[in-house]
């Protein structure tokens, strides 16, 4: 079958996290992705790595995770040479998409309008922390920092609790999904017009995006979330909505009318709270005391009393568990791919499911310039030329 993006082409100069898994996400629809790395080291992702641990004991499980379905050029971007060639991709590329702090692109000569002089149907994509300006433009745009500056730090955990960050990297990849929907909706302009153009995204305004509920709340009322002491899931919300312990685990409990819970839980205690605003002014009470029954029977026994009631309740999985699900199982939603060094590699699906143009894993993330002289036969260099590059230090 075809693929979506079959004939699209992306010059990709983003590092770390979020400017790759929006690459990735273009290549698993089936552009063809050129990874301009750093000549020696390459991103610096291929550094990172969680709890100690390399796949086949050499690559980094972070890099790996969003960098398949592309091709790695190697460069030393300084070079006259690697311009050349830059100039000579950006001329029959649809996209162009980087992560720099704000000036870097322009001072190599790659910036926007360098590149729309040579191709202005070209898209272009720049993606940084807060922004190309403004009082925090020069500083480092991280996850973390992101997700304080924000207020979501905030709005997680309990009321006795420090301010507490999500357990992944939400601001990077929600700017992720930004990017790739920008960078659509501008291919379909093109298409109707010819017209190229710039897009800026920033990690700020996107964890700002989706916070909108939240905001929606504050702005307009001026007042704050309080964290509740006990386990109520979010800060706004009422009681029953959480995770409980229960004889051999945990339970999720999430929206549910009070009189049932109080049926299923042989608790007519619980119809004393059965009112709206009762169930958010005592939530932490009312946590508590369901708590204390939950935890009498393990979690398959409220499962299939809740469920046969078609109440809002699940397992709570750790993420050893979420493979064995059913549904995981029944989605096939994890896969596996070969790797030339770290060998089979296993991963998470792709998650959208197309009739007629599926997405596809085609290539291993590369090793660093593992394409170098594919790319550059294609661009017309011939093996002497590649020869010299390579003496030279350009690749």
């Known amino acids: 079958m075809e693929q979506a993006l079959k004939g699209i082409k992306v010059l990709d100069f983003t590092h770390l996290l979020q400017g790759p898994f929006a690459t990735q996400m273009l290549g698993d629809l089936g552009a063809d992705v050129i990874k301009v790395e750093r000549k020696g080291t390459g991103d610096g992702y291929r550094a990172w790595t ?22 790695s050029l190697a460069l030393d971007l300084k070079s006259r040479e690697a311009k050349e060639i830059v100039y000579k991709l950006a001329a029959e590329c649809d996209f162009v998409i980087e992560n720099f702090r704000p000036g870097v692109m322009d001072k190599l000569g790659f910036g926007y309008e ?33 997700q304080a500056l924000t207020g979501l730090t905030t ?73 509740p002491l006990s386990g109520i899931a979010h800060p706004g919300q009422s009681a029953p909505f959480g995770i409980y312990q229960s004889a051999d685990g945990y339970i999720c409990i999430s929206v549910n009318p009070i009189a049932q819970l109080a049926e299923v839980l042989e608790d007519e205690g619980l119809l004393a709270y059965d009112d709206p605003d009762t169930l958010y002014d005592k939530r932490d009470e009312v946590f508590y005391r369901i708590q204390a029954s939950v935890v009498k029977q393990t979690t398959k026994h409220w499962l299939d009393l809740m469920l046969a009631r078609d109440m809002w309740v699940s397992e709570v999985h750790n993420h050893l568990e979420v493979e064995n699900d059913p549904q995981v199982q029944h989605l096939q939603a994890f896969t596996s791919y070969e790797h030339p060094t770290a060998g089979e590699v296993r991963t998470v699906n792709i998650p959208i499911k197309f009739s007629e143009t599926p997405g596809s894993i085609r290539r291993h993330p590369p090793l660093v310039g593992e394409h170098n002289e594919e790319i550059l036969q294609e661009l017309g260099y011939d093996a002497a030329a590649i020869h010299l590059m390579k003496q030279s230090g350009v690749l």
């Open 50 to 71: 969680f709890l100690k641990y390399r796949v086949g004991g050499t690559e980094s499980p972070c890099y790996l995770a969003f960098n398949r379905n592309k091709r």
């Open 114 to 146: 360098d590149l729309k002089a040579i191709n202005p149907r070209i898209i272009y994509c720049s993606s940084t922390g807060y922004g190309q300006d403004g009082p925090y433009v020069n500083r480092p745009g991280q996850d973390l920092m992101l």
């Open 155 to 227: 709005l997680t955990g309990r009321k006795d609790a420090p301010p507490t960050p999500l357990g992944t990297g939400i601001a990077d990849q929600m700017g992720a999904f930004n990017i790739v929907y920008g960078l659509l909706s501008a291919l379909y302009y093109r298409e109707k017009t010819g017209k190229g153009q710039k897009l800026e995204v920033n990690l700020f305004q996107c964890l700002l995006t989706h916070q909108l509920q939240e905001f929606a709340v504050t702005l307009n009322s001026g007042r704050m979330f309080e964290r």
